[in-house]
């Protein structure tokens, strides 16, 4: 390794040792190096990091919960996602109070937005809530508790207590697997109450999949089909009940 590089993972060490975890762009700012430099270093030494959504974590903290993770997730089926999110946007107005929840479908929607929309936004996830941040006319609400790496998102009753003072006009929900009989499915339990939450305190909830999920159950049940208002895949709106 030469001197430069080795200069660079010190400090990119030091910095992680300060804040547990560093959106590749701040990196590149503290190291004073381009985006690819940073991502460079970081594949080089996997002993010592890991990408997440976007971010840079110390290598045990992103490998400590299930073997699902949203940085080997992102890429997958990424076409069929952003299909599925455009005919979302038929369901989002002004002015409106919206829920987007985790995963790697979610932030193509934020994509599609406006950039002069204005709206109040809650998230849970760091991937999701990092989107909304660029958006200069969204009010963003952030649901904390505890954090989970492998999906990048938090948990706890604070966050619960927050969704129980909102009234939510739209919430946008994902899945990791869809049954027509057994419902929605996730990877995590600790989202399954959070998704709960919000489509019981929801006006109209949307769940947005992409079809290589159907048919698919995860361990983590949250709602059966028929709760949903609509069920869309990238072939539009889609009738999954039982």
Do not use: W
Not at 51 to 73: M, N, Q, R, T, V
Not at 90 to 101: A, H, L
Not at 135 to 163: D, Q
């Amino acid at each position: 390794m030469n001197s430069r590089k080795g200069q660079r993972i010190a400090m990119l060490s030091e910095a992680l040792s300060q804040h547990r975890s560093l959106h590749i762009r701040q990196a590149a700012a503290i190291l004073g190096v381009s985006e690819m430099t940073v991502r460079r270093d970081v594949s080089a030494c996997p002993e010592q990091f890991s990408f997440l959504g976007g971010h840079i974590l110390p290598f045990i903290a992103a490998d400590a919960e299930s073997p699902y993770e949203i940085s080997k997730a992102a890429d997958s089926h990424a076409s069929a996602k952003r299909e599925v999110c455009a005919q979302a946007l038929k369901y989002i107005r002004p002015d409106q109070t919206i829920f987007f929840d985790c995963g790697t479908t979610l932030p193509y929607l934020i994509d599609l937005l406006p950039d002069d929309i204005l709206m109040t936004a809650v998230c849970y996830s760091l991937n999701v809530a990092e989107r909304l941040a660029r958006k200069p006319n969204v009010r963003l609400v952030m649901l904390g508790g505890l954090y989970h790496p492998a999906s990048a998102s938090f948990s706890g009753s604070s966050g619960l207590e927050t969704l129980d003072a909102l009234v939510i006009d739209v919430a946008f929900l994902s899945a990791a697997g869809v049954d027509g009989r057994r419902g929605a499915t996730c990877a995590h339990f600790h989202e399954a109450d959070i998704k709960r939450k919000a489509m019981s305190q929801a006006q109209t909830s949307v769940l947005l999949i992409d079809k290589s999920k159907i048919g698919k159950l995860k361990p983590a049940f949250f709602s059966d089909m028929q709760s949903f208002d609509a069920v869309l895949t990238e072939d539009g709106l889609t009738d999954l009940s039982a």
